[in-house]
Every structure is written in structure tokens, then in C-alpha cells.
């Protein structure tokens, strides 16, 4: 048995018939993690002693029936684990080496008797796109390593797709599950805003930010979402329905279902390889019995600006707390307490992090409030509404997760394509669905390209569904990245 | 709508102040061009007609839940104290903020 080989059901199968032990499970992890993340640089902390300890008490108490049991599995970097340093790629959290309790989504996975095997890469703070603002180091893409593996759930993605883990728990504001996930050849779903606690996430953009699993199937997909999900009363914004069932009738197909194409997510900034790519899902689709129609959601291509206004102006106000007071990073010799804020944050932030917080800063104030963030605010209305008017005729809607194959490190992205990535992932998190990518084929340079299923608020099952059903009919298990795809 | 993105240098420099971090001298024109350009690109929304249209704070329609208060303990008040980059005795210690 290779656990590299395996699916959460078929390992459980196997601990459940005593093929295997969680132990072994977790030594082969283990090992995987040493042989290959020198080249990769997924994690950023491998709690080696915790995982071994944590599965040599699921082996003696023998039981198996948790949802995850033995299952190993990565955390962003950004998500808070109790005794186990959370940097959130930044220098401003180096020292938060030892965080005094666990996210929600931690107790959940631990309740579920999964194995953490550590803690991954990510951009700082969970701004950018490509893992390459880390304030630790430049994760490469397992199917090529002079590319990146996307971002900024980098990490999480390079540990699944090099065969280190079977699951990791990314977060999504404006992408940063869905695109990686597609650079990667693996599965990444972004819940409905609020289905999943943020309680213990280090936060972003607070009405945008949302945590989701990443993974090598669909199938996989669903019970890591059903795991942590659920209501939490220290998350205000935490849906209070229960968890609905997301794995059993995956199977159902998609014959008669109706899924719209939006023609905006198909314009020329999107590759030759990619529009044939979602040509031939249409295809799969509809042999499947599903029928797919073209349709306009038109505001969504102001989502661009809509999310770096907002998203900037939420993280003006989150990353205030970050001010060499209580936690983080402290200047020496400051003057005054001003002087000690700024010399710290002008410390402990990277570039990116500040173009953002002087963005954020400038659109909050003033008449800027009002022409900017306000009009965003009013803009997001307009783009959910899109999506309200087309849910009404339509039971999900289809599209690229990306415009193209994963960047390569260092690339200069043409500000053209990085936009329309924006259109095709951000509309999303403003409308607080679901959205899925799914490997659906590859580019001219041999790498991943992923496809996007949206469905309707709280419809997560629909799109696994339809997820599961695709993946099925579109067979790519032949296709293998260059670092850990075997052993 | 017109753009009233210019920023000068007096602007930027109270918009980083109010950012609490510092810039070098060397960085002013960039972080100035950088965000005038910004701003001339965002201002592009401005054009979406919007009168009437109530603004979106939040991704899902949960109303809010008000409930009374409720103490709680909570059981990390020492380690929580150790972490902070200095404590004495039961206050977190912060540098002197007034002379």
C-alpha cells in the first residue's frame, strides 16, 4: 500500500480491515515529506512528533468509524493551531510560535481523528496570487518546478498535488483555493461564505475570506468539507443551518440538469488551451445529459475592481491590530508609541502588503469612501444580483477557473490576464457561493488546467455532483505530476 | 462621475501616516504613481449606475442573532499574558505612551 495511491475511502477501508495502521500511514507521510517538499518547499512546519503521537492514540483506541481517521492532511499557514506556530508567511508573525488554542475548523479535524502533519505556504497574509510573497520561501509547482503552484493557498496545493498529503485546508478570497487547485491538477472548493468557521483564521478581507479543502478527488473533497464545516457561536457570520449530507448521493449525475456557460468568462485573455479545454467539458456535459446554454452576467466584469477595493479596505481594518502592542512583531528603539506602531508594521509587512494597506487606507477615506468603497458595496449588490437572475433558470454555472497553465516563478503577469483571472474566480466570493475546480485537461506546457462549477447558495451538493460526475467521465488518472505523482 | 483620484505628495504622505508605516524619500514617487494609477483604474466603477441600489456588506443574508451577554471563563489568561512580547503580573507591558 501507498498512501500516495490512495482516496480517504480506500485508506479507511484499509485501516478499518487492519491492512494498514495509522502509524504507518503517517510514517509514509512522513517520508514522502522528507523526499520531496526539499524541492517543493510546501511546509513551512512539520510537526512530526504531534502526528506520530496524535496516530499511535488512533491506533490504540481502534477505531476507525470518524470521518477522517488516519486520514493525513496540511493547514495554511494562516489558520491558528494550539501549540504549533502560525506565521501567516509573514515576518510580522515569525514569533507566534506558540498560539494558546485551536481554530474551529482544528477542533473539527480533530474531532474527525484526522492527522495534521503541519503547517504550509502561503503569500503573507494570503495576498497574491502566485505563493511568492511569503516572507519564507517560493513554493514550486510539483508538475514543473520552474512554475509556481499559484496562490495564495500555494502551499496547500503543492502538498496535495506531490503526493505529501491527501488533503490540506486552504482559504479562498478571492481565489486563492480555486486557481491554485487548477494549477495543481487537484480538486479546490470554496464553501458558501459562513458554512465554515472563522474562528481562529487570521482574516484578510472579513466579508470575503472563507476556508475550504483542497484535494487529490471530489469524492475526497465532500468529506473533508462535511468534517469542517458547521455552525460555530464564535463566528458571527456563521450560518446556523446543519451540515447537509454531501457524500451520499454524489453519484447522482448531472442528466437533466441545466448549467450555464457565462459568455464573460470566455473572452480572448482566456488561453487557446483553455477555451478548448472548457469546449470539451461542455461536451462531457452533455453527453452526461446535462444541458449547458450560454449566458450573460454583465456586471461581473467590474469584480476586479469591486474586490481590490473592498478586499484592500477590509484588510486596512483587520491588519490594524498588527501593531507591535500585544502580539507580532516589535520594533526596538521607538520613540513613541506612534513611532513603535509604524517602525514595527514597516518591519513586519512585505511589499505587497503595504501597497494593499495604503490602498485600503485611501478608499476608506474621505470622499474616497464614498466614490470608492461605497460604490464598490453598491457594484457587489449588482453582481450578486446577476447570479440571483441567472440561479433562477439555471441549476449551476460553468467556467474556466483560469485564464491559463500556472505562471512561472518570477513571471511578470500582463495586467490584462491578471484581471480576467480576477473575473473568473473573485465574482464568487462576492456572491458568497460555492465554487469547485476540477482538473479538466492540460496546456501546451504539459501543465494543469482546472474548470469551475458554481452552484447556489448552500447548493454544495449539486456542484460535488456534477464535480464527481466529470471527474468520473473525464478520466486523467494517466497523467501524473513530475514530483510525487508515483511512487 | 469625475475621478478624483490625484494624489500629491502632501496627501500620500498623510495616507501613509495613516497607514502607520514609513516610507523611505527614494519610495515617494512610486508608491505615488502606483497608487494615482490605482485609483484612475478603479475609478472605472464609478460609470456602473447605481442609484437606488443598496450596498452589499457580506457574502451570505444571515440577520443578526442578539442575545444577552454571557461571562464566560476563559482558561488562558497566563499563557496569553507569556506570549504578549512583555507582561507584569496580571497586565499586558506596552512602551511608555505619554511623557
Known sequence: ??????????????????????????????????????????????????????????????????????????????????????????????????????????????????????????????MGSTTETSYYQKTKNPWNLDHTPGGSSGGSAASVAAGQVLFSLGSDTGGSIRQPASFNGIVGMKPTYGMVSRYGVIGFASSLDQVGPLTRTVKDNAYVLE??????????????????????????????????????????????????????????????????????????VYSPHVYAILSSGEAASSLARYDGVRFGHRAEDAENMIDMFKKSRTEGFGKEVKRRLLLGTTVLTGDWNQTYFRQAQKVRTLIREDFIKVFKDYDLILGPTTT???????????????????????????????????????????????????????????????????????????????????? | MTVMSQINHETLQHLVDQSRYYIEDAETTLYLDRLNTELDDLAEIQSVKTDGVKPTTNGNDNDNVLREDVPKEWAYRKQALENAPAHDGDHFEVPQIMD
Open chain 1, 1 to 126: 500500500m501507498t498512501v500516495i495511491n490512495e482516496t480517504i475511502e480506500s485508506l479507511k477501508d484499509k485501516l478499518n480491515n487492519k491492512e494498514t495502521t495509522a502509524k504507518a500511514v503517517t510514517e509514509q507521510t512522513l517520508k514522502q515529506i522528507k523526499a520531496v517538499d526539499g524541492d517543493v518547499k510546501a511546509f513551512l512546519t512539520v510537526t512530526e512528533a504531534e502526528a506520530l503521537k496524535q496516530a499511535e492514540a488512533l491506533d490504540a483506541k481502534g477505531d476507525f468509524s470518524a470521518k477522517l481517521a488516519g486520514i493525513p492532511g496540511s493547514i495554511k499557514d494562516n489558520i491558528v493551531t494550539k501549540g504549533v506556530r502560525t506565521t501567516a508567511a509573514s515576518k510580522m508573525l515569525d514569533n507566534f510560535t506558540d498560539p494558546l488554542y485551536d481554530a474551529t475548523i482544528i477542533e473539527n479535524l480533530i474531532a474527525a481523528d484526522a492527522i495534521t502533519l503541519g503547517k504550509v505556504n502561503m503569500d503573507e497574509f494570503a
Open chain 1, 227 to 300: 468534517a469542517i464545516a458547521g455552525h460555530d457561536e464564535n463566528d458571527m457570520t456563521s450560518i446556523q443551518d446543519d451540515v447537509a449530507d454531501l457524500t451520499s448521493d454524489i453519484d447522482k449525475g448531472v442528466a437533466g440538469l441545466k448549467i450555464a456557460l457565462p459568455k464573460q468568462f470566455l473572452t480572448d485573455a482566456v488561453s487557446k488551451d483553455m477555451q478548448e479545454t472548457v469546449a470539451k467539458t461542455v461536451e462531457t456535459l452533455k453527453s452526461l445529459g446535462a444541458t449547458v446554454e450560454e449566458v450573460e452576467l454583465p456586471h461581473v
Open chain 1, 404 to 487: 491559463g497553465e500556472a505562471f512561472a516563478l518570477g513571471e511578470e503577469i500582463d495586467p490584462e490576464v491578471a484581471k480576467m483571472n480576477d473575473i473568473l474566480t473573485v465574482p464568487v466570493n462576492l456572491a458568497g457561493l460555492p465554487g469547485l475546480s476540477v482538473p479538466a485537461g492540460f496546456g501546451a506546457n504539459n501543465l494543469p488546467l482546472g474548470v469551475q462549477f458554481i452552484g447556489k447558495h448552500r447548493d454544495e451538493k449539486t456542484v460535488y455532483q456534477a464535480g464527481y460526475a466529470f471527474e468520473k467521465a473525464n478520466d486523467l488518472t494517466g497523467k501524473l505530476p513530475q514530483i510525487g505523482g508515483q511512487n
